[in-house]
């Protein structure tokens, strides 16, 4: 799934913005995932201005893609760049986190996704290796910890307990779609997690 993620193809990348968000609602989750790349940034920043906490402006941020994604057949662009309508859910996003609710703590996971990595350790070799293991199942942890409820649900559905993402859509009555971009966004997040730690480790 990670190489999928970087295997995207160059054309698509290429598309403005207007079509991406086309393919958007007809079903192609690699549009999301360009404007994702494109705009990732700006809208967490955005967020962090009007929310004041960078914990609650990652959730905002990854809810404002899946928005995005479910209300992608609603966008004109006769009202406005895309860039202007994202900003707008994540405004109204935003504002409805500060009047909800204060800081909420997150919730530390238990859930052993090292599964989510395969290949990258074999564990079976020698203690050396294993020890990395062990030093890789805490870092997904830890990263896993920091992700929205709703995107740490759907991972831990599929790699711990074993779920299909059908059966997890039906498992919590929630759209295919819906259950897809929340894996996608999810396992964005958790890469990018990743690749800064160990580029900070460096």
């Not at 959730?59 to 760049?81: D, K």
Request: no cysteine.
């Amino acid at each position: 799934m990670i190489e999928a993620l970087s295997g995207m193809s160059a054309d698509l990348r290429q598309l403005p913005d207007d079509e991406l968000v086309r393919r958007m609602a007809g079903g192609e989750v690699e549009a999301l995932d360009i404007l994702y790349d494109r705009y990732a940034r700006a809208v967490y920043a955005f967020a962090v201005r009007i929310v004041g906490d960078g914990l609650l402006a990652e959730e905002v941020l990854q809810e404002a893609f899946v928005r995005a994604w479910q209300q992608a057949e609603r966008f004109e662009l006769a009202r406005g760049s895309f860039a202007s309508w994202l900003l707008s859910i994540t405004h109204n996003l935003a504002i409805d986190e500060v009047r909800k609710r204060q800081r909420r703590p997150q919730r530390a996971t238990s859930v052993d996704i090292a599964d989510l990595l395969q290949g990258e350790v074999d564990t079976s070799v020698d203690v050396e290796e294993a020890a990395e293991a062990a030093e890789l199942r805490s870092r997904i942890q830890t990263a896993m910890a920091t992700l929205p409820d709703a995107q740490r649900r759907v991972i831990e559905l599929a790699y711990f307990d074993g779920l299909t993402q059908r059966e997890i859509a039906d498992f919590l009555d929630e759209p295919l779609g819906t259950i897809k971009t929340r894996m996608r966004l999810g396992m964005h997040k958790l890469r990018d997690l990743l690749a800064a730690e160990e580029g900070a480790q460096r």
